[in-house]
């Protein structure tokens, strides 16, 4: 008989051994089995919880999704200032948390997901969704909504093309100089903002 208030702890082993085992195998070519073993569960618990593979696989991208969108919650929390806010979700875009080699394996596996799978699909757009909602947010405050929107579309698509560069770089990455790239695009587009007024 299964004990009261095991489901939410043995849920998230098998969210966390899925990320592990993604991340030693460099893709999604996984087992539940694989995962349950590492998760210390068996393959029918695991099952019984999610289903089947893809379903453990969707929840573990929301896993990701809402670790990161609680980091930018908080990094938002810390300023009211609109270009310290902005700041604020480029750090946390580059965080330590994001480049754990299991985490990086297993964000690049979803992007691949997403190509094939239209569920993964819609969880990566609503990634991109908040990401610009929150630069867009703090943005218009700074500056007119058309330009907001533009510059939004720019800091989204360096921290996107940076992360995947970064995470592929051989040794350490640098998620240093990748938050300075995005910060200069940022000073540098609103500079030329006040240069024209």
């Known amino acids: 008989m299964p004990r009261v208030g095991m489901e939410p702890i043995r849920r998230k082993a098998l969210i966390e051994a899925a990320i592990e085992t993604i991340g030693a195998r460099g893709n999604l070519d996984v087992t539940m089995s694989q995962i349950a073993r590492s998760a210390g569960v068996s393959p029918a618990l695991a099952h019984h919880y999610f289903g089947g593979k893809n379903q453990l696989f969707l929840a573990t991208m929301r896993h990701l999704l809402s670790d990161f969108a609680e980091g930018v919650r908080e990094a938002l929390r810390t300023s009211d200032a609109p270009r310290a806010r902005i700041s604020g979700i480029i750090r946390q875009s580059f965080g330590p948390d994001q480049f754990v080699p299991a985490t990086v394996a297993a964000w690049l596996a979803f992007y691949v997901l997403a190509q094939s799978d239209p569920q993964a699909r819609r969880l990566l757009g609503i990634y991109g969704r908040r990401l610009n909602s929150n630069l867009v947010d703090a943005l218009v405050r700074i500056a007119p909504r058309a330009a907001a929107l533009r510059i939004a579309e ?9 992360y995947i560069r970064r995470a592929l770089k051989h040794g350490p990455p640098d998620p240093a100089s990748a938050i300075a790239l995005v ?13 024209r007024q």
């Open 183 to 195: 910060e200069n695009y940022v000073d540098t587009e609103l500079a030329a903002l006040e240069g």
């Open 154 to 162: 720019g800091i989204a698509a360096l921290i996107d093309g940076l």
